[in-house]
């Protein structure tokens, strides 16, 4: 990653930003949102590669900064919600999606197809996920 950081700083003008989005692992809460409330069903579990990466990208830019390279300006966390119509849409992307980062357990599926079963028709089932946002400008 720092080498990929390196190169980014080689190409960026001077002064130029550097805008770093990702998800940030943290067991993300699976719901079921309808028109009158929010059931949460339970938990995605972190795969132990998804915190890895999490992990050597906190740990690249604070290498690049050391360096010199960037210079952190701003940085904060936001959510960002994934929605499905169906728990089985969710299901079959998350296991194909974010396969070696995050995982649907069977009893949180269930559970999930239960909560949206019993809910309203304009029920949705959602993931509520960690984002992390930071701006960096290129100090040299």
């Not at 993300?28 to 409330?37: F, L, N, P, Q, T």
Request: hydrophobic content about 40%.
């Amino acid at each position: 990653m720092v080498h990929a950081l390196g190169e980014i700083h080689r190409t960026l003008k001077p002064n130029g930003i550097m805008i770093d989005m990702r998800p940030i692992e943290d067991n993300w809460a699976v719901e079921v949102k309808s028109d009158a409330r929010v059931d949460v069903a339970g938990r995605l579990v972190d795969i132990p590669s998804g915190l890895a990466d999490t992990a050597a990208c906190f740990e690249a830019l604070r290498d690049v900064e050391a360096r010199g390279w960037f210079v952190q300006e701003r940085a904060e966390r936001f959510t960002f919600f994934y929605y499905w119509d169906t728990p089985s849409e969710m299901k079959a992307y998350i296991e194909t999606e974010w396969d070696g980062y995050e995982k649907l357990e069977e009893e949180v599926y269930q559970r999930a197809s239960s909560l949206w079963a019993s809910a309203n028709a304009e029920a949705r089932v959602r993931v509520h996920r960690k984002m992390w946002l930071a701006r960096w400008r290129k100090t040299n």
